[in-house]
């Protein structure tokens, strides 16, 4: 990944951090962060309830960046199926489930046409001839031995889900996990309010830029965006979530999506889904669903919110 948006993912980080320390009473614990590169992006999880105890809370946080090192290395796009491993193959069949339930916008066989496309190299790109993505939209089914597996799409809310069960086996009562702009939350703050998270302005370059903040407790917030992994070619912008009809880049009228949802999983996978299927489909799908929430943020500046999003 490049330096430049190493910092940038690392000043999207800090943006997050500021505003929940912020709100911190001096009386309540240090927290107690770890930062890492994992997933091609950088991570971060935080203890807020150490109790002072900052060893037990290294220990826990050593624990963690095992459990996503031991996922950096098994969960690498472009898997056949005959070589996913038993809990690949349980996650691909979640996956499958959000691809039945957005009608093929969300779709986990991507792995021919997303190794076309080099988002993240150092620089990313050229775009793909378009024999070859034709080529490689003939195996993106699951009946397809020919396919392979590209998890990308909701491996990181998935592994956030067990990053979350893992703290909460340990006694921790408070903490934020953030992969790369993928939050979830354990609780709230120690004092019992709840923590202030904010989404970042998909058009400002700088990605410091807040466009609105939520007041969320033991919830996922993950955003994707055209902002993240995309280069630019002869003045048009590709970005990293692909259309499964076209095999290009999705072209709808969303710059971003943040879905508010109890698990990160269902989260990552709708808001890729959301950003490919564009804010009228997604947001009727996201009404439909009880307790998941959106909000979508489209290319003319506007954003729209469904009915529970919280404030
Ligand atoms: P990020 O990885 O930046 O957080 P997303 O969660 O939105 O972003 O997932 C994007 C990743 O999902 C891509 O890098 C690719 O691996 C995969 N992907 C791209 N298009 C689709 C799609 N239509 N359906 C499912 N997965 C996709
Ligand atoms: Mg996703």
Known sequence: MPVFRKILYLASLMTVCSILLGGCALTNPEPVTRTSFYFDTIIEITIYDSANDRSAADHILDECMKIAAAYDSSLKPGLPLSEADSETAKLLDTALLWQDRTGGAFNPMLGTLTSLWNFNGDPPGPVPAMNQINEALKHTSVS??????????????????????????EGVQSALINLGGNVLLVGGKPDGSPFRIGIRDP???SGNKVIQTVNVSDVSVVTSGVYERCF?????RYHHILDP?????ADTDVDSVTIISDDSASGDA??????????EKGQA????????????V????AFIRTSGFPD
């Not at 630019?232 to 048009?236: A, F, K, L, S, Y």
């Not at 799908?285 to 979508?296: D, Q, W, Y």
């Not at 489209?298 to 500046?301: A, H, P, Q, R, V």
């Open 270 to 279: 709708l808001s890729t889904a959301c950003l490919a299927m564009g804010h």
């Open 144 to 169: 397809d031995p020919e396919s392979l597996i590209d998890l990308g799409g909701i491996a990181k809310g998935y592994i956030a889900d067990r990053l979350k069960e893992k703290l909460i086996s």
């Open 232 to 236: 630019e070619e002869n003045g048009v």
């Open 245 to 249: 009809a076209t095999g290009y880049p």
């Open 298 to 301: 489209l290319n003319s500046g």
């Open 285 to 296: 799908l996201i009404e439909s669903l009880p307790g998941i929430e959106a909000m979508f």
């Open 203 to 205: 058009n400002d370059p």
